[in-house]
């Protein structure tokens, strides 16, 4: 414990120091895809989860909160992402109970951005020819408690993200706890999200006919080559959240969250959200704000509602949420969870 403790405090120094930076860096990461919060449950809350926590959407927020699951869990989302564009993303996740040997996950992430028209400088309106993008996060998690107040989980993600006929591959990995404390009932989480190697973009798209050198008569002037591009930092970022649980009534409770992160490629933020659960779980109503203390942020109030209905031994839990965005329009997230 003491440790875990040692540990966490050198997260939080590190999370404050680097907030006298400077250099934002904002959008010079590949796969930003990885960024986009996942699951209506957590989105409606306003991504401040990590410590809450306790669904398969864990595989995405905090890979700790999977050890405490005891039911086999499936989800399935939708989110369709800005008013008018042809977005959406897609997450699949799977959770495992395997008892005393820890709890494992699998999930897949696809962001797909429909089909495209080809131009040219030729063909300004299009040359009749369509091509599309697409990104995708392959993961599996594992998780288990360390003592009956810390859990620990991992998550390795293959990425891959490609335009047209080329494409960008990459490895990442997920490492996060989660700390039932003793004060209050409050739990502290801290996680590092895509830790991982750099994407560079390669494929037919980028070759292209080389002349080796231009200032000889004679030579090759049809060399097959590939234009080379550089490499670019997966969106590292480090979070740590606070929640608590008030019990209101019988039957009724509401539980408050806060989230601090520091990405690798824009300032840091506060997201701070909140669910009201009714009638022993049946129905909830969340809300909260995300990127408060962003500069020029385009992110800001969430809302949505659930509704758990338990028929024998299987419970499915169908989720929405809302998400503002001041220029790009709105956003809507869909969920079905289903136990067993």
């Known amino acids: 414990m003491k440790k875990f403790l040692h540990i966490t405090?050198?997260?939080?120094?590190?999370l404050l120091?680097?907030?006298?930076?400077?250099?934002?860096k904002t959008g010079t990461t590949a796969a930003k895809f990885l960024s986009i919060g996942i699951g209506p449950r957590a989105n409606?809350?306003?991504?401040?989860?990590?410590?809450?926590?306790?669904?398969a959407s864990a595989l995405y927020w905090n890979p700790a909160g999977a050890a405490n699951l005891t039911d086999?869990?499936?989800?399935?989302?939708?989110?369709?992402?800005?008013?008018d564009l042809d977005i959406n993303l897609n997450y699949t996740a799977i959770v495992i109970p395997a008892g005393s040997l820890g709890n494992f996950g699998v999930s897949v992430t696809a962001l797909d951005y429909g089909d495209m028209n080809v131009t040219t400088e030729l063909y300004p309106e299009g040359t009749g020819e369509k091509f599309s993008a697409s990104s995708y996060a392959f993961a599996l998690s594992y998780a288990r408690?360390?003592?009956?107040?810390?859990?620990?989980?991992?998550?390795?993600?293959?990425?891959?993200?490609?335009?047209?006929?080329?494409?960008?591959?990459?490895?990442?990995?997920?490492?996060?706890?989660?700390?039932?404390?003793?004060?209050?009932?409050?739990?502290?989480?801290?996680?590092?999200?895509?830790?991982?190697?750099?994407?560079?973009?390669?494929?037919?798209?980028?070759?292209?006919?080389?002349?080796?050198?231009?200032?000889?008569k004679g030579n090759n002037e049809t060399v097959d080559a590939y234009y080379k591009?550089?490499?670019?930092?997966?969106?590292?970022?480090?979070?740590?959240?606070?929640?608590?649980?008030?019990?209101?009534?019988?039957n009724q409770k509401f539980t408050l969250a806060v989230d601090a992160a520091h990405p690798n490629d824009n300032a840091e933020y506060v997201?701070?959200?909140?669910?009201?659960?009714?009638?022993?779980?049946?129905?909830?109503?969340?809300?909260?704000?995300?990127?408060?203390f962003m500069e020029?942020?385009?992110?800001?109030?969430?809302?949505?509602?659930?509704?758990?209905?338990?028929?024998?031994?299987?419970?499915?839990?169908?989720?929405?949420?809302?998400?503002?965005?001041?220029?790009?329009?709105?956003?809507?997230?869909?969920?079905?969870?289903?136990?067993?």
């Open 9 to 14: 405090s050198l997260l939080i120094i590190l």
């Open 17 to 24: 120091n680097t907030g006298f930076s400077q250099v934002t």
């Open 44 to 55: 409606a809350m306003g991504g401040a989860f990590t410590s809450v926590v306790n669904d």
């Open 72 to 83: 086999y869990e499936a989800m399935f989302t939708y989110t369709s992402l800005f008013k």
């Open 145 to 216: 408690n360390i003592t009956e107040s810390f859990t620990a989980g991992i998550t390795i993600k293959y990425i891959s993200e490609k335009i047209f006929n080329s494409s960008a591959n990459g490895f990442a990995v997920d490492i996060g706890t989660i700390f039932n404390t003793p004060f209050y009932g409050i739990k502290f989480s801290s996680i590092i999200t895509n830790y991982g190697s750099k994407l560079q973009m390669a494929g037919e798209d980028l070759l292209v006919r080389h002349d080796a050198d231009p200032t000889r």
């Open 229 to 250: 591009t550089d490499k670019f930092e997966l969106p590292l970022k480090l979070q740590i959240g606070l929640s608590k649980e008030f019990e209101l009534f019988e």
């Open 271 to 292: 997201n701070v959200g909140g669910e009201l659960a009714l009638f022993d779980n049946i129905f909830c109503l969340r809300g909260g704000y995300k990127a408060l």
């Open 296 to 340: 020029d942020s385009q992110e800001g109030l969430t809302l949505g509602a659930g509704l758990n209905y338990t028929l024998g031994i299987l419970t499915i839990g169908i989720d929405y949420a809302f998400q503002e965005y001041k220029f790009l329009g709105d956003t809507h997230s869909f969920g079905v969870l289903l136990k067993f």
